[in-house]
């Protein structure tokens, strides 16, 4: 594997790893959000809202993040630099 491609492995790994956090983030925050009343509810509706969580967590990612990513980035830079 070649340098390009294990830095765009690391990138893709760091903000996938920020998307999953956000959407953690997003999930707690989403819990006190009540759903009750004539539309809102159900098993229908939990599986809706994690779609959702999950992929807000993405967008946030993919555009800038809250720079999460790019901390573990430079961590996995800086570990691969003094491993090899």
Do not use: C, P, W
């Not at 998307?19 to 759903?35: I, K, L, R």
């Not at 229908?44 to 959702?52: K, N």
């Not at 967008?59 to 491993?83: F, S, W």
């Amino acid at each position: 594997m070649g340098k390009g491609q294990s830095m765009a492995a690391m990138k893709k790994s760091a903000t996938d790893f920020e998307a999953v956090f956000v959407s953690q983030m997003f999930s707690q925050m989403f819990d006190g959000v009540s759903t009750d009343g004539m539309f809102g509810g159900g098993h229908g509706e939990e599986m809706f809202r994690s779609v959702l969580i999950d992929e807000y967590g993405k967008q946030v990612a993919k555009h800038g993040g809250l720079g999460i990513g790019d901390a573990v980035l430079r961590t996995m830079i800086a570990t691969q630099e003094n491993a090899g």
